[in-house]
């Protein structure tokens, strides 16, 4: 069974750093992209940040960019989003994902599996 | 970026009724489109993917249909379990992989 457990989240002021860490199990993890889609208060899904299954792509929305790091340890099975200057938009559930593999290709197109979420809260 | 745009944002039906949900794109998106339904306090959870396939375990009163900037979620008769958040997603132009704002089908 595909498990994806995400923790991190707290409260943080506005422009504080926060690392997101979601940990997999019940697939090889090695082999997926993976995302992380955010949700704030009330609010619709948000992509964050994407990485393909190696490492060597990562990719972010403009409201994110320059601020959040996406990154990942295939030994560890564990997927990372390192958020700095945080601001009070930031503040969301956020969840990670893993692709569906479709024909064998396990490329980031749609997000199958997901995480419960983390919630994080930026406020002073 | 492509634009999806869900409506109705309600829908308000009863059990055993159908509900027909529409999702439209800024741009021809082909048939790369999936839904997604989030019940309170839940994760999304893929319903269909390329328009018109079912997720693994996706019952078959849930089918999808269209193709470039015209699709539709169907739910052929309301389980009491189907009530919930649903957002329609594309993967045509990425990044950024964009979502609809999400229609709610509430019990009337």
């Known amino acids: 069974e595909v498990q994806l457990l995400e923790s991190g989240g707290a409260l943080i002021q506005p422009g504080g750093s926060l690392r997101l860490s979601c940990a997999a199990s019940g697939f090889t993890f090695s082999s997926y992209s993976l995302t992380w889609v955010r949700q704030a208060p009330g609010g619709g899904l948000e992509w964050v940040a994407a990485?393909?299954?190696?490492?060597?792509?990562?990719y972010y929305a403009d409201s994110v960019k320059g601020r959040f790091t996406i990154s990942r340890d295939n030994s560890k099975n564990t997927l990372y989003l390192q958020m700095s200057s945080l601001r009070v938009e930031d503040t969301a559930v956020y969840y990670c994902?893993?692709?569906?593999?479709?024909?064998?290709?396990?490329?980031?197109?749609?997000?199958?599996?997901w995480g419960r979420g983390t919630p994080v809260t930026v406020s002073s | 970026e492509i634009v999806l745009t869900q409506s109705p944002a309600t829908l308000s039906l009863s059990p055993g009724e159908r509900a027909i949900l529409s999702c439209r794109a800024s741009?021809?998106?082909?048939?790369?489109l999936a839904w997604y339904q989030q019940k309170p306090g839940q994760a999304p959870r893929l319903l269909i993917y390329?328009?018109?396939n079912r997720a693994t375990g996706i019952p078959a009163r849930f089918s999808g249909s269209g193709s470039g900037t015209d699709f539709t979620l169907t739910i052929s008769s309301l389980e009491p379990e189907d009530f919930a958040v649903y957002y329609c997603q594309q993967r045509r132009n990425w990044p950024p992989w964009t979502f609809g704002q999400g229609t709610k089908v509430e019990i009337k």
């Open positions: 994902a893993n692709a569906l593999c479709i024909g064998g290709d396990c490329s980031l197109y749609y997000f199958d599996s």
């Open positions: 390329d328009a018109s």
């Open positions: 741009q021809s998106v082909g048939s790369y």
């Open positions: 990485i393909s299954s190696s490492g060597g792509s990562t």
